[in-house]
Every structure is written in structure tokens, then in C-alpha cells.
């Protein structure tokens, strides 16, 4: 099992009460944990595994504006500039650096859609521009393909998948959160039917504010208590080389693999919309909602049966407060790479820069479990069947990049504060109440 996150020390004691208790954490938990604790409220942040775990770790590391779904851009924006802030603030190296990211194409249906994202952004002053085909040739420097042309971001950014969100956590506890890992939540109690506890493997949680930032495990969690969320897992793959000459400072994607320069002198290198579906009861549950995206990308996944149909996410286990509960008996979400696709990606990326042929060595190769929505924005909102119980879930493989935004958005609501950004794109009742849900926008 590979250590994607760098190690965080747990608070040692299980708190008897606190204000707030946030489930999952990941990159969205930590920063909701970090704003609430800044704020002054007691907050105790339980995982069920370990910080940054499961998908916060196990990211490509982007941290965009560019080519964002319209109704992410205020929380892109936002968050780039929380990034650099917190890098200061935290003394803590997060990873971050604004060096850019590109995107390169032989399509003009990918230019044509570049322009008209382009267009659609210019009212939020982001700073995008078309590339010629010289210009993409020169900024992917080496490259033997024929570009026809690119689009490109000077002020967007990157940071470091294993540094981010356990640098984040320590920060939060700095500022008075208990952090408990290995400490599973098994689920709610309420009074009168409002959340009065969690209730954990260690002990019970006396609040009366949760926030459920579990991931691609948040639909279970919430099926548990009567709540419907449509949510589907696509297992991705994802690998780091060894050091590499820098040929590429910040992000590239190109329409066979994507490669962010690391900090270790390696690149991640990530398959755009290739993985594996795993059928699943979860997944037949909400079929009908995922159908459209499912034929979308259908090109792209290669389908089974697997564990998934038993174990994990989503499958259809059930469990009482006082017995042994799924989030234990799967610590952390490790779904197995592809090699086939790591061998289509180290092939790719030596016939596009041939300077490379013999030297990508693979230092480590993971899979994760991106968890979706139908229409690919989050949820981040309060559960009204739930007085008390607010979620951020469903970032549909970008929500690394969002996640100081997103964390300090749920932070609002469960605090009941003025929201910095609107809520309403994001809102929960959109998936169930029959609202028409638009083709995921982003790229």
C-alpha cells in the first residue's frame, strides 16, 4: 500500500462534546476544520483512516482556474488565492507555486471549446490565452507532436498532494481542532430529530453540528440515515516517475496523459478521463441519474465486477452504532493501479517527447477512487431532513484545487455565517427534487 501523505500526530484524547464535528479528512475537512478553529469553535475532525488518505493524496495537484465548470470559477478564484495566503500564514510548505498550466491539442473542436470557455470567463478577469501552434510547440518544450494550438493560464498553479492536506490539519490543531485518526464514524444520533451526537468507534460525540466531508464514502454514510445522495466512483490510476529533466515547470495536458512537475524533481503523470468502473449496488441504485455521463465517457472505462460489489463505498452493507461499521473494516480506499494504463502513458509521453524514450522510470504507481456527481459540481450544503448535518461531497475528480475555498464555504454554513461565494450552485436538493441537470461543464 503505498504512503501517499505525509504523517500527521493524532490529538490523543476522544473530546466529549464539541461544537462542531466534521467526518473525512481530506483536503475539504481540513480547511473546514482550519476556518472553524480560527473562528473560535471546538472542533473535532474524526477519519476514518488517515489525513489525506484516500483521494486528497492521490491527485494530479492542479490548482486551476482554467477550463473550469462556470459554477466552480468564484471558487477557483478564491482558492488560488487562499492557497498563496495560507502558504504564508501556516508556515507551512504546501507545495504551492504559481507556474502555470497548458493545455495542447491536434483538435479544433478542443481550440473551439477553449475559446468559448474563454469567453464565458473573461467577465472574472482570469487571465487565459489562446496558444498558436508554435506558441504550444514552444511551451511544451521537446515535443515532437504536431500542435495545432493550446490555451494556457500564467497565474494558475500546483502544490503537493501528500504535503497539503496533513500541513493543513496541523495548522487546524495549532489553532485548537482535535484531529483523530482511525477513528471511524459510524453515524448520527439525533433528538427530536436534530443531530445531538456522532457516535464513533472510540465513543460518542456529543454536537450539534456535523459535516460530512467523507468523500466517495458520503453517499453510504447518509444512506444509512434515510438520505438519498446520487454518487458513483471511478477508479483512476495515476503514477510518479523518478527525477526527469524539467521540460515542464508547472501543469501539461495533452489529449493521451497529463504530467505536473514535482518538488522531488519526478512528474505525476494522470490518464484524463480513463479509469475503471466497478458495477456495484450503489451504482444500480442511481443508474438512471449517471446514464447520461456513463455514455459520455463510456470510451474511456473499462467495466467489471469487483470488490466493490462486496466491500467499500458501494456496496449495499448495513451496520448498527454499536457494531463493527464499513469505515472500519476499509481504512483507506486503496484501489489497485492499471498497468496497462501506466504503460500506455510512459509510451505516450515517449513518443511525444522522444528525449524521454528510456528514461521514465516509475518510483510509485496508485489508484484512487474519484467519487462523481450527475452533473460533476459538488455538493456542499445543509441536509434539511437533517437539522444539524451539513455535506461537502461529490468533487468529481477537482476538488484538490477548490478545497480551501469549498472547506471555508462549508465552514459558512455549518457556522451559519455570510457566505463569501454563492451556495446555490452547489445546493443538495438539486439531485433529488427532479431539477434538470446540466452536462458536467468542466474539462
Avoid at 502555470?100 to 473542436?109: D, F, H, M
Avoid at 502513458?345 to 504507481?365: D, N, S
Amino acid at each position: 500500500m503505498p504512503l501517499l501523505a505525509e504523517p500527521v500526530t493524532s490529538t490523543p484524547d476522544l473530546p466529549a462534546a464539541a461544537d462542531v464535528v466534521i467526518i473525512g479528512a481530506g483536503i475539504v475537512g481540513v480547511f473546514a476544520a482550519l476556518n472553524l478553529a480560527q473562528r473560535g469553535h471546538s472542533v473535532a475532525l474524526v477519519e476514518k483512516g488517515v489525513v489525506g488518505g484516500e483521494q486528497s493524496s492521490r491527485n494530479w495537484g492542479w490548482v486551476r482556474q482554467q477550463n473550469r465548470d462556470v459554477r466552480e470559477i468564484p471558487m477557483a478564484i478564491e482558492s488560488l488565492a487562499m492557497w498563496e495566503q495560507l502558504s504564508r500564514e501556516t508556515n507551512e510548505d504546501l507545495g504551492f507555486r504559481r507556474k502555470g498550466l497548458i493545455y495542447v491539442t491536434r483538435s479544433q473542436a478542443d481550440l473551439a471549446t477553449w475559446e468559448r470557455w474563454g469567453r464565458l470567463a473573461k467577465p472574472f478577469g482570469i487571465d487565459t490565452r489562446m496558444l498558436s501552434a508554435e506558441q504550444a510547440r514552444e511551451m511544451s518544450s521537446g515535443s515532437a507532436e504536431p500542435w495545432i494550438g493550446g490555451v494556457y493560464s500564467p497565474t494558475d498553479g500546483k502544490a503537493e498532494p501528500r504535503l497539503a492536506a496533513p500541513a493543513i490539519a496541523r495548522a487546524a490543531m495549532r489553532a485548537g481542532a482535535a484531529i483523530l485518526q482511525n477513528c471511524a464514524a459510524r453515524g448520527l444520533e439525533t433528538t427530536a430529530g436534530r443531530v445531538s451526537a456522532v457516535v464513533t468507534e472510540r465513543g460518542t460525540i456529543r454536537t450539534q453540528a456535523v459535516l460530512l466531508a467523507g468523500g466517495a464514502w458520503s453517499s453510504m454514510f447518509l444512506r444509512h440515515h434515510g438520505v438519498s445522495l446520487p454518487q458513483a466512483s471511478i477508479q483512476a490510476t495515476s503514477f510518479r516517475t523518478e527525477a526527469l529533466p524539467e521540460f515542464v515547470t508547472g501543469g501539461l495536458s495533452t489529449p493521451r496523459f497529463t504530467l505536473r512537475r514535482r518538488l522531488d524533481g519526478g512528474y505525476t503523470i494522470g490518464l484524463s478521463g480513463r479509469g475503471r468502473l466497478e458495477l456495484a449496488p450503489q451504482g444500480f441504485r442511481y443508474a438512471r441519474e449517471f446514464w447520461p455521463m456513463f455514455m459520455a465517457r463510456r470510451d474511456k472505462l473499462a467495466i467489471r465486477i469487483g470488490r466493490s460489489f462486496f466491500n467499500g463505498p458501494e456496496s449495499g452493507a448495513r451496520w448498527t452504532l454499536d457494531g463493527i461499521s464499513p469505515f472500519e473494516r476499509a481504512r483507506m480506499l486503496d484501489t489497485a493501479p492499471q498497468q496497462v494504463l501506466i504503460d500506455q502513458a510512459i509510451a505516450a509521453m515517449g513518443e511525444t517527447f522522444p528525449a524521454l524514450r528510456g528514461q521514465i522510470r516509475v518510483a510509485e504507481a496508485w489508484g484512487g477512487a474519484i467519487d462523481w456527481t450527475p452533473d460533476g459540481i459538488p455538493v456542499i450544503a445543509p441536509i434539511a431532513a437533517i437539522p444539524g448535518l451539513t455535506v461537502a461531497t461529490g468533487f468529481s475528480g477537482h476538488g484538490f484545487g477548490t478545497g480551501p475555498s469549498a472547506g471555508k464555504l462549508a465552514a459558512d454554513l455549518v457556522a451559519g455565517d455570510p457566505t463569501s461565494i454563492d451556495a446555490a450552485p452547489f445546493r443538495y436538493e438539486r439531485l433529488v427534487d427532479g431539477s434538470k441537470l446540466t452536462v458536467p461543464g468542466m474539462i
